[in-house]
């Protein structure tokens, strides 16, 4: 992993080697015919003064313009996944997962609380109109400080124990945000698949804002679009990440051009893009990009009936073995990509459970600990997974350089004897006919394990887990239910455990929030109580009285606070090792693998990959304005 300074110098030496060389633009073909008739500038005065030059090597390779790559999504609402995949970012992450200036020219961080952001002179928006320091002006100013555009105030990436960052605008393409305090949120939140926006396409929604239109004008606008008032009409044209509203400017690759309700979007290529390949050619290579609307249990039938040229989302490994048979027929390949989770398939005890004899047991780390030495998750990876998956504990995979094999270990081998003997150490020793254990109050070890009913996969998971267990003398039910209500015995402290994943991020780095590693939120299920406290500053929830859990707390604080990588790397271990030892949650297997179905004559798709929302962006850090169709698809 490259460090911050040394990516830092190397982005910017770089562009301005590109900008001082030169670059002789090449016209999109699919654009020719309306630059010489006058319609539209030529590509040199289109893009950038100082473009961001995409170098290709290995198996990249520099392409040609043309063509209409076919998606299938199985909702209206997925094609905000085309904000996801195009991924254009202030900064993003890169294929090592290292963030890098991209809309941005350039950005200095100073003590980790100042940050210089630097734009591109003579970028503009997909309608062509200047972006500058004013976009950024108006979110700071007429949006994110106006109550009614932003009733939940300031958002809080922004925010460092409730304060607000000083902003200026030191001139057209210079932006500063300072904070008091390091603030290690503010970049992350810009590189995020659903990112922060800290800049508005100025140009044109004042015309929806009232400070910059009469009241005559307002009141027109409002029953134009049957709103309630002018901001309700403002907020519905400002969604740059659900994508619905084609007249709204974007930086993004593709631009939507298609009204809902539809069952077909086509999203068109942003003439104005940032981005050029080392030979001249404006990104994206791609003219446009069709979204196609079918049921999402219809997804991997029709994507082996070669109907999507890109496809991963509704696909699942057992959907692997008929798209192989369905390559040749119909010209695709199907690739495994990883997944990033901790664990694919996580246990989560409920530590704020109102069952008081469960709770007090579930809060002994002998108890989990035992639970989790009496899986087999060698048997879970040859039954379930074909032995395609990695055995594990609830920790990063081997990907992220804060992986030890210590981590992955920890209390993950599967050990009958020593699981039986720690249950015998906290006293329950007696059982009932069956084998089960019982509990102090007599009533049978019998954990009711709570499932969103959405995954076969799962149902077959626990059933070994089952078998297992009960040589533990420890009975596992199962109970289905829907995720509405699944989350809501969790949150009320009905349910005694669930399985869900484990860790979302499994591929972190020092810079990385550790938030995951503490209760921090209330949707982490194995203390959600917890999680709210911290979540709504105490005024909901319940206080954390574990102190290895209040030592998680203080550490991830203290994170927020340090401002150098290698100090920030001491804390993601020592919260790391905690979890590891405590086992909060009970990991099973991670690594698993994510079928990515690609037409074979698209380019520059990899061959492997990690299919990841956060960080990772699915199709995102690879960069899909650069890949590209040979002559026989285009």
């Known amino acids: 992993m490259k460090s911050f300074q040394t990516l830092l110098v190397i982005m910017v030496f770089g562009l301005a080697t590109q900008a001082i060389a030169g670059l002789t633009g090449i016209e999109t073909p699919e654009l020719q015919s309306r630059v010489d008739a006058d319609e539209m500038a030529p590509v040199q005065q289109r893009i950038p003064?100082?473009?961001?030059?995409?170098?290709?090597?290995?198996?990249?390779?520099?392409?040609?313009?043309?063509?209409?790559?076919?998606?299938?999504?199985g909702k209206q609402k997925d094609i905000r996944q085309m904000v996801i995949y195009g991924y254009a970012r202030l900064v993003g992450y890169d294929s090592e997962f290292e963030l890098e200036a991209d809309i941005l020219r350039s950005f200095e961080v100073v003590e980790g609380r100042i940050f210089t952001l630097n734009l591109r002179k003579g970028h503009r928006w997909s309608d062509g109109q200047p972006f500058t320091s004013e976009d950024f002006r108006y979110y700071w100013e007429d949006v994110a400080n106006h109550p009614g555009l932003s009733k939940t105030g300031i958002p809080k990436a922004l925010l460092i124990e409730g304060e607000a960052p000083v902003v200026e605008f030191l001139d057209d393409y210079t932006v500063r945000y300072s904070w008091s305090k390091p603030n290690p949120f503010f970049l992350p939140a810009l590189a995020a698949p659903s990112p922060?926006?800290?800049?508005?396409p100025a140009h044109y929604l004042r015309q929806f804002h009232q400070r910059y239109q009469t009241d005559e004008a307002l009141t027109q606008l409002i029953e134009t679009f049957s709103?309630?008032?002018?901001?309700?009409?403002?907020?519905?044209r400002d969604r740059p990440y659900k994508a619905t509203n084609p007249e709204l400017p974007t930086l993004q690759p593709w631009v939507n051009s298609t009204y809902p309700p539809s069952e077909r979007f086509i999203f068109k290529r942003n003439v104005y893009y940032h981005?050029?390949?080392?030979?001249?050619?404006?990104?994206?290579?791609?003219?446009?990009?069709?979204?196609?609307?079918?049921?999402?249990?219809?997804?991997?039938?029709?994507?082996?009936a070669g109907e999507s040229d890109l496809q991963a989302r509704y696909l699942r490994m057992d959907n692997y073995t008929f798209l192989k048979q369905s390559e040749q027929r119909n010209n695709f390949k199907v690739r495994l990509w990883r997944t990033a989770k901790g664990s694919h398939v996580a246990l989560l005890p409920n530590l704020n459970t109102r069952d008081e004899a469960m709770r007090n047991l579930l809060r002994d780390v002998h108890f989990r600990r035992a639970l989790s030495l009496a899986i087999d998750r060698h048997e879970v990876n040859q039954v379930v997974y074909f032995g395609l998956v990695k055995e594990s504990s609830n920790t990063v995979i081997a990907a992220s350089p804060l992986f030890k094999p210590e981590y992955q270990n920890a209390w993950a081998d599967f050990?009958?004897?020593?699981?039986?003997?720690?249950?015998d150490e906290i006293g329950l020793t007696e059982r009932d006919s069956r084998g089960v254990r019982l509990l102090a109050d007599g009533r049978p070890l019998e954990i009711m394990i709570q499932t969103a009913g959405e995954s076969t996969e799962q149902t077959d998971v626990l059933e070994l887990i089952h078998d297992s267990w009960l040589q533990a003398?420890?009975?596992?039910?199962?109970?289905?239910?829907?995720?509405?209500?699944?989350?809501?015995?969790?949150?009320?402290?009905?349910?005694?455990?669930?399985?869900?994943?484990?860790?979302?991020?499994?591929?972190?780095?020092?810079?990385?929030?550790?938030?995951?590693?503490?209760?921090?939120?209330?949707?982490?299920y194995q203390w959600p109580?917890?999680?709210?406290?911290?979540?709504?500053?105490?005024?909901s929830g319940e206080k954390p009285d574990d102190d290895q859990v209040v030592e998680l707390m203080a550490l991830n604080d203290l994170w927020r606070?340090?401002?150098?990588?290698?100090?920030?790397?001491?804390?993601?271990?020592?919260?790391?090792?905690?979890?590891?030892?405590?086992v909060f949650t009970i990991g099973v297997i991670n690594s698993v693998q994510h079928p990515v179905v690609v037409n074979r004559y698209l380019n520059n798709v990899p061959e492997s990959g990690f299919y990841n929302f956060d960080p990772g962006a699915y199709f995102g850090i690879y960069r899909p304005d650069s890949f590209w169709f040979d002559e026989e698809r285009r």
């Not at 100082?50 to 999504?73: A, C, D, K």
């Not at 050990?415 to 249950?423: E, F, H, R, V």
């Not at 109580?529 to 005024?539: A, F, L, M």
């Not at 150098?564 to 020592?574: L, M, Y």
């Open 49 to 73: 003064l100082q473009p961001l030059v995409v170098n290709f090597g290995g198996e990249f390779r520099s392409g040609i313009h043309g063509g209409q790559l076919r998606l299938l999504m």
């Open 196 to 200: 922060l926006y800290i800049y508005k």
């Open 227 to 236: 709103a309630r008032n002018w901001m309700a009409v403002h907020f519905d």
């Open 275 to 304: 981005r050029v390949d080392s030979n001249g050619r404006q990104l994206p290579y791609i003219d446009s990009i069709a979204i196609n609307i079918v049921s999402s249990k219809l997804v991997p039938a029709k994507t082996g």
């Open 415 to 423: 050990d009958i004897a020593k699981a039986n003997a720690l249950l």
């Open 473 to 524: 003398g420890v009975k596992l039910y199962s109970i289905p239910s829907t995720r509405e209500v699944f989350r809501n015995r969790i949150f009320s402290g009905d349910a005694v455990m669930s399985v869900w994943s484990g860790l979302e991020n499994g591929i972190p780095t020092a810079d990385s929030n550790p938030l995951e590693l503490a209760p921090t939120r209330k949707y982490q």
């Open 529 to 539: 109580k917890w999680g709210q406290y911290y979540e709504s500053s105490g005024q």
């Open 561 to 582: 606070r340090t401002s150098d990588r290698q100090g920030r790397a001491k804390i993601w271990h020592k919260m790391l090792r905690i979890n590891s030892e405590q």
